[in-house]
């Protein structure tokens, strides 16, 4: 559908609201916290950075998200601090869940990780389930969270049911990408043809 040209050659949008949260199979969205960069708060007498409460309630409805939604603060840990029990707590989550539509939150350093542990249980349950994070803190004036949220709320309602990353303006396949640290981005993963 293309956008019409309005008034003094201002694009006008068509409202596309009806058909993207009205679909006959249309789930809630379940967004997930499990903390990360994207929560992490400045302590300035330790003079370093901590995990604090989620922030993701806020950026959902400062964009005034129409569709439905509920957030479960899962765990509050840096990513590198997640164990096997939390990715079993995550995967449990998402069993678990009442819809088949989630968004979790996740620390951007072992996000993969966490997609590889959840796949089975997504894929069995024919879920859509999509993970992002940030790189800088959601507080922080120039964060790419509300970016990066936003994008997997889109996300989770338009695709397939599957396991996904969305970061970088860009969609993932969970199964398929890296975090490139050197350029401090999400790419999709390059196998050397060895298996």
């Not at 796949?119 to 509300?146: I, K, N, Q, Y």
Request: aromatic letters at 6%; one cysteine or more; glycine letters at 8%.
């Amino acid at each position: 559908m293309r956008a019409a040209k309005g008034v003094a050659g201002v694009w006008q949008v068509p409202d596309l609201t009806d058909r993207l949260c009205m679909l006959p199979d249309m789930d809630n969205v379940l967004v997930i916290t499990t903390g990360g960069t994207i929560d992490k708060v400045y302590f300035d007498a330790k003079s370093e950075y901590e995990v604090g409460g989620s922030v993701i309630l806020e950026l959902l409805e400062e964009a005034h998200v129409a569709c439905p939604f509920s957030v479960q603060a899962l765990m509050r840990k840096d990513s590198l601090d997640l164990t096997d029990a939390d990715r079993d707590e995550i995967r449990g989550a998402v069993a678990a869940a009442a819809t088949r539509r989630i968004v979790i939150t996740h620390g951007t350093d072992t996000m993969t990780d966490t997609a590889r542990a959840i796949a089975p249980v997504v894929r069995e349950r024919a879920a859509t389930v999509v993970l992002t994070g940030a790189l800088s803190p959601a507080r922080f004036a120039r964060s790419d969270a509300t970016f990066n949220v936003g994008m997997a709320f889109a996300t989770v309602q338009a695709v397939a049911s599957g396991t996904y990353i969305t970061m970088n303006g860009q969609v993932f396949d969970a199964l398929a990408v890296v975090k490139d640290r050197a350029q401090n981005c999400f790419v999709a993963r390059q196998d050397s043809g060895e298996g």
